[in-house]
C-alpha cells in the first residue's frame, strides 16, 4: 500500500536541530554574578561569610565567630540559589513567550492553508505553474506584518513537488502528525534560528494521497524581547530585595544577638572575687544551658577557694605553735649566754627542743607540700603501669629505723609465688602520688602505736582482678565510730589523744586515694572487748581500681 503523504524533497536535506545558543539580548539581561554584590555592602558581606567551611573560610588561627557562621550558612545559599532562580525564570519565560506566537504562527499556517485549498477540486491537481502564483500572493497578504520578524512559508504538493516558497524549510523527518494539526519544532533556516508551524492537509477527495504540506517559519526576535522583558521584570524587583534581604538578616542577627552582649558585659564587669551566679532571668532559651554550667562552675571553684582558704588559716595556726616554740626556746638559749650562767643542761635542753620544733614543722611543711601536691588538676597526672607490692615494700624498708627506734614490730604480707618470692601486683596509677598514700598511712599508724606493738602493711589483689587492696593495721588506740568520718579533714585531731601530730596524714591520703577512684575504709582491728577493749586498734583498707594498661 502507498503512502498517501509525499517523501521529502531531495534538495531538502534534514538539518540537525541544534539547541539554540543563548541569544546576545538574553545575555545582556542575564543576572549579575553571585560576586557582584552592590560596592557599598561588597566587603562586609564578604567579612560576615566566614567560617570552617563557609565561602570566605578563614584561616585555623583566626578566632571562629558564630555571627559570621550564621550569615554563612543564611547568605551563601542565598547567593547560589539566585542564579539558578534566574536560570530556572529565563527557561519559563522562554516558554511563556512561545505561546501567544506559536497561537499567531499556528493561525498564519492554517490561513495560508485554506487560501491554498480554497475553490479546488481537488486543488492539489491543479498544474503547478497556475497555482503557484495565486499561493505566493495570498503568503504576502497573510505573512505580511508591522512588526520585526521574519516569516518564510512553504507549500508542498502530494508528491513533494514546491508548489510556493522557500524550498530550503526541511520536511519534518519521521512519522507524519495526524492531519489538520498544526506542530511546531525550532530549525535553523538561512544561518538564523526559527520557529517552524506546519500542517498536512488533504484535498476533498477521498483519495488517501491527496495530501500537501504547509509550512511557516519565523524568527525567533520578537520572542526574544518578550523573554528578556519577562527576565528584567523579574531582576529590577530582585535588585531592589535582594540588598534589603541581607540587611534586614544583618540586622535581625545582631538584634539577636544582643542579649549574648549584654551578658557578656554582665560578666566582664564582675569583680575577680565575685563568684555569685548569673542571673537567669533575662538569659535566652538557648544560651541557658551554658548559664547554668556556667553557675555551676562557680560554684565548684567557690567551695574549692573557701577549701583552700581553711586550708591555708588552718596551716598558718598550727605553724604559730612550733614556731613560736623554736623562737621561744633560741631566746632561753640567747639569755643563758648573754648572761655568763650557761648551764649546759639548760642549754641541751633548749637545743633538744629547738630540734623538736624545727623537725616538727619540717615535718609539717611535708605534708603540706603533699598536700598541695594531692590537690592539683587530675589533668596533671600522669597515670602509668606500677607495682603496688613494690611501692609498699620500698615504704615499709624507709620505716624501718623509726620503727626500731620506737620498737614497734612493722611488717609487710604481700602476693608470693610458689617459691615464696614476691609477686607483682600492678594498676594504672600516678606513682608519686600512691607513694605518699602508703607513707602517710604507715607514718599515721606509727604515730599512734604504742611501744611494742605491731603495724603491719598488707597488698592483696582482690579475688575478680579488677582492684588492689591496700591495708595498713596497728595495734593503737584504735579510732571511735563517731570520728572515723572527720579523721580525714584537714588538721583534725582525735579527742583524748596525746600523740603529737598535724592532723594532714589522713587528708592527704583521703585526697589521693580520690584522684585514683579508689575508696578509704576504717574499721577496728580487733574485737572492743576483753583484753583488747582499749586498745582494739585500726585497720585501714584502702580499695584501688586496677585499670587498664597503656596501649603498646
Known sequence: MNDPRPPPLP??????????????????????????????????????????????????????????ELLDWVLAPLLFLWPMSLALTWIVAQNIAHQPYDAELARLVRALAAHATAGREPPIRRPPGAATAEIERTALTVLRGEDEAQRWFQVLGRRGELLAGDAAIVVPAGEHMPIGTVQFRDDWLHDEQVRVAWLWLASGSEEPSNDALVQVAETLALRERLAVDIIKGVLLPQFVILPLAVVLVWLALSRGFRPLEELQQLIRKRPSTDLSPIPERDVPEEVAPLVRSINDLLHRLDQSLAIQRQFLADAAHQLKTPLAGLRTQAELAAREIDSG???????????????????????????????ARADADATALKPQW???????????????????????????????????????????????????????????????????????????????????????????????????????????????????????????????????????????????????????????????????????
Open 11 to 68: 534538495a531538502a536535506t534534514p538539518t540537525t536541530q541544534a539547541p539554540a545558543p543563548p541569544p546576545a539580548a538574553a545575555q545582556q539581561a542575564s543576572p549579575l554574578a553571585p560576586g557582584a554584590v552592590p560596592s557599598s555592602r561588597a566587603h562586609r558581606v564578604r567579612g560576615a561569610l566566614r567560617g570552617p567551611h563557609g565561602m570566605f573560610a578563614r584561616p585555623p588561627a583566626d578566632p571562629r565567630s558564630l555571627f559570621g
Open 341 to 371: 650562767r650557761g648551764d649546759p643542761q639548760a642549754m641541751r635542753h633548749s637545743l633538744l627542743q629547738i630540734a623538736v620544733s624545727s623537725q616538727r614543722s619540717a615535718h609539717m611543711v611535708n605534708q603540706l607540700l603533699s598536700m
Open 386 to 552: 606500677v607495682d603496688l607490692a613494690a611501692i609498699a615494700r620500698a615504704v615499709v624498708r624507709d620505716f624501718v629505723p623509726r620503727a626500731l627506734e620506737r620498737r614497734i614490730d612493722l611488717g609487710y604480707e604481700g602476693p608470693e609465688d610458689d617459691l615464696g618470692m614476691p609477686k607483682p601486683a600492678f594498676l594504672m596509677a600516678e606513682p608519686v602520688l600512691l607513694g605518699e598514700l602508703v607513707r602517710n598511712l604507715v607514718d599515721n599508724a606509727l604515730h599512734y602505736t604504742p611501744p611494742g606493738g605491731t603495724v603491719t602493711a598488707r597488698v592483696a589483689p582482690d579475688l575478680g582482678g579488677d582492684t588492689v587492696l591496700l591495708e595498713v593495721e596497728d595495734t593503737g588506740p584504735g579510732i571511735a565510730p563517731a570520728e572515723r568520718e572527720l579523721v580525714f579533714r584537714p588538721f583534725y585531731r582525735a579527742l583524748g589523744t596525746l600523740v603529737d601530730g598535724s592532723g594532714l596524714g589522713l587528708a592527704i591520703v583521703q585526697e589521693v586515694a580520690s584522684r585514683h577512684g579508689a575508696t578509704v575504709k576504717v574499721e577496728d582491728a580487733r574485737p572492743r572487748s576483753g583484753a583488747t577493749a582499749d586498745a582494739p586498734g585500726a585497720r585501714f583498707t584502702v580499695n584501688l581500681p586496677r585499670g587498664e594498661p597503656p596501649a603498646g
